[in-house]
């Protein structure tokens, strides 16, 4: 672990990409202490204002602050990846183990059905299920995590299979050692890299998806701040006031950008094969 | 080969009977009474019952399960609960706008992505290199509705240019039908390339560090021939994955692009359906999408084992 640490501090892109990750953790967590006003709250004689020292990054068209809703939006954003990503990770990881260890009748349900969960566009499926549990800040992390569940379970299995055949498995196995045991102690440390890796880049996925479901007004609900739906809100008023477009804009980008540089440099500096 | 293709064949059918159900399954666990959810305030016991009596929602869950899948085999979605009118026409209808946005869409990523992934290989690490992969991947991390609504903003502010409305079939107007789709498939498309560039980009540099490429050097034949005749062909096989995965993608992830632009395309059906609760649609829409993508990942399966015979099952 020392030497993964090490190595990412060398890696420029990388860190970059960690110091942007760490700082929307950090306004999302901060949100109720550095906010300048209440998201919701509505300044009616301060429509559409540009970005001024009062409010950094202008109002929109009800006079909410934009830079306090971007800082909440980064809140919804943040919890809806780590709670989502959560779900998927975790399931796959369980059914991956599962199907990987056992085999069998075992394997084939749990990778038919996750053939099936492949079978949908990633964000057809959230929509779907959205569609059918109705939309809320609950379903959309619910949603999104069922959409991450596939991947995760394929990359577990893939690699309880690869380390079930190394020879210190086999002799764990041979000297009596059970189970539950063998998985715990030597199968999950060796797959706990890749599985990092796909962590930071489901992230990143399911931040994007959340932004998508609440543009399409079928994520977060108003008056709720959410980047997407701001974004799809100021489609209306943009060319008045385009800084109520840009900056959701941005952030969505960047955050992402962010998430991707940092899954990028993980899994070079992971990726055993690139070992040098 | 052959016993691949077969086996891959094999897995097909119960992937899609799996869809089928998990759909429809998805479908009928709604929250609520569909009766109700469709009448609002207009229901009445007496017309709930006739409703349900009409649509078959008494019956056990796998009888209404054959009666729309059997309806499905011969081409019969069911009708909309809100126009009445059969589903399948107006997919078919729509699909033959989504699917020209989508090879639009492609062609746009395939003019960007590919040279771009070539010079970015044979360029390695020079700040052209270093330049190509940081726009692609910024081009990854840019959501198609995030570009889509700034592109509108910029042409908007700088060009006073407004991307035009009402679409109009390629048949009835050529002209007016491509500059209706140019924006959507520049977004489509740029948002695409992205992960083609770098993928490109990775193969061929894979491709460019094998033995039979030194060989090809060392015979003295030149670097363009090498490249173009020896690396390009074996790094296009991945490449050709991706495309297909993307196509598959596009086809059923048209869905933002066409709502900004209020193109009436099947992803446009689906927000439709689901908006309004017509679940038919959904139910039909949902399926149609996911057996075409099932169908494209397949055939490129079939296609990436006829052109790499090593690939083998499991």
């Known amino acids: 672990m020392k030497e993964i640490t090490d190595r990412l501090r060398k890696d420029k892109i990388g860190m970059a990409g960690l110091i942007g990750v760490l700082f929307i953790i950090l306004l999302a967590f901060l949100a109720p202490v550095i906010a300048p006003y209440n998201p919701t709250e509505m300044f009616n004689q301060h429509r559409l204002e540009r970005p001024s020292t009062q409010f950094w990054l202008g109002t929109d068209e009800f006079g909410r602050d934009i830079l306090s809703r971007i800082i909440y939006g980064a809140q919804v954003s943040i919890m809806v990846g780590l709670i989502a990503v959560g779900i998927g990770a975790t399931f796959g990881f369980i059914f991956g183990l599962l199907a990987g260890f056992f085999k069998g009748w075992v394997d084939n349900t749990i990778m038919r059905i996750m053939d099936v969960l492949f079978a949908f566009p990633d964000l057809l499926l959230a929509l779907a299920i959205v569609a059918v549990l109705g939309p809320n800040l609950r379903n959309t992390m619910i949603a999104i995590g069922i959409v991450t569940i596939p991947v995760f379970t394929r990359l577990v299995r893939a690699s309880v299979i690869a380390v079930k055949e190394m020879d210190f498995v086999l002799s764990a196995e041979s000297i009596g050692i059970k189970t539950p045991r063998i998985i715990l102690r030597h199968i999950t440390p060796y797959i706990l890299a890749p599985f990092l890796v796909q962590i930071t880049l489901a992230l990143s996925i399911a931040i994007l998806a959340e932004a998508a479901l609440s543009f399409l007004g079928l994520g977060i609900q108003p008056p709720h701040p959410s980047w997407g739906s701001m974004l799809s809100d100021a489609r209306g008023y943009m060319e008045l006031a385009p800084w109520i477009a840009i900056f959701p804009a941005l952030f969505i980008i960047l955050t992402i950008f962010c998430f991707n540089l940092l899954g990028d440099s993980l899994r070079d500096l992971l990726d055993p094969k690139l070992k040098s | ?314």
């Open chain 2, 1 to 314: 080969m052959y016993t691949y293709i077969l086996r891959r064949l094999f897995l097909f059918i119960p992937v899609l009977f799996g869809v089928t159900v998990f759909v429809f399954l998805v479908m009928n666990i709604i929250p609520g009474d569909i009766a109700s959810i469709i009448l609002g305030t207009e229901a009445t016991p007496e017309l709930k019952e006739q409703l349900r009596q009409e649509f078959g929602l008494n019956l056990p869950l796998y009888q209404q399960y054959w009666n729309w899948i059997s309806g499905v085999f011969v081409g019969d979605f069911g009708n909309s609960l809100r126009t009445g009118a059969p589903i399948l026409p107006e997919m078919l209808n729509r699909f033959s706008l989504t699917f020209e946005l989508t090879i639009f869409a492609a062609i746009i990523s395939w003019m960007i992505a590919i040279p771009m992934g070539i010079l970015a290989a044979v360029k390695r690490n020079t700040k052209g290199d270093i330049g190509i992969r940081f726009v692609s991947l910024l081009g990854v991390s840019i959501p198609n509705f995030a570009l889509a609504t700034l592109l509108i903003l910029i042409l908007s502010l700088f060009f006073n240019y407004y991307p035009p409305v009402g679409y109009v079939g390629f048949l009835e107007d050529p002209r007016r039908n491509l500059e209706i789709l140019l924006i959507p498939a520049i977004v489509l498309g740029t948002s695409m390339a992205g992960s083609l560039m770098r993928m490109t980009r990775s193969s061929i540099l894979e491709i460019l560090g094998q033995d039979f490429i030194r060989t090809a050097q060392a015979k003295g034949i030149s670097q363009k021939m090498v490249l173009f005749k020896h690396a390009l062909r074996n790094a296009i096989i991945p490449v050709l994955t991706i495309i297909g995965m993307q196509i598959g993608y596009l086809l059923g992830g048209t869905i933002i692009v066409e709502q900004i632009f209020s193109l009436p395309g099947l992803g446009q059906m689906v927000l439709t359906g689901i908006n309004q609760r017509d679940f038919p649609v959904v139910q039909g829409t949902i399926l149609f999408i996911a057996t075409i993508f099932v169908t494209v990942n397949l055939i490129v399966d079939i296609l990436y084992s006829y052109l790499d015979p090593r690939i083998s099952y499991d």
